[in-house]
Nanobody, 117 residues
């Protein structure tokens, strides 16, 4: 399967910014969909943003206008630029790659984002 490694998490004050990165390795010929999910303690994992192979992008309502998902196919990387961070954004963030409709998706190990004063 595809191996994914996230980085870029940390502690930031409300209103601050972070940029998360996810680097993939393994057999990747194409991308069906890739995205970012997050999970806060005691809560279910939720979708944050996705970008499909054709370029279509989706954001959950709570992050629209603040987060930007992007990719670099040559570097096999996925990014999430997070601006105007709120305490409610505190969670472990996971990247997700699915290389085809017939394949099983792969998850990264997660990176902690904490937004607090």
């Amino acid at each position: 399967q595809v191996q994914l490694v996230e980085s870029g998490g940390g502690l930031v004050q409300p209103g601050g910014s972070l940029r998360l990165s996810c680097v993939a390795s393994g057999s990747i010929e194409s991308i069906y969909v890739m995205g970012w999910y997050r999970q806060a303690p005691g809560k279910q994992r939720e979708l944050v943003a996705t970008i499909r192979g054709g370029g279509n992008i989706f954001y959950t309502d709570s992050v629209k206008g603040r987060f930007t998902i992007s990719r670099d196919n040559a570097k096999k990387s996925l990014y999430l630029q997070m601006n105007s961070l709120k305490p409610e954004d505190t969670a472990v963030y996971y990247c997700y790659f699915r290389v085809s409709v017939a394949s099983t998706g792969s998850w990264g190990q997660g990176t902690q984002v904490t937004v607090s004063s």
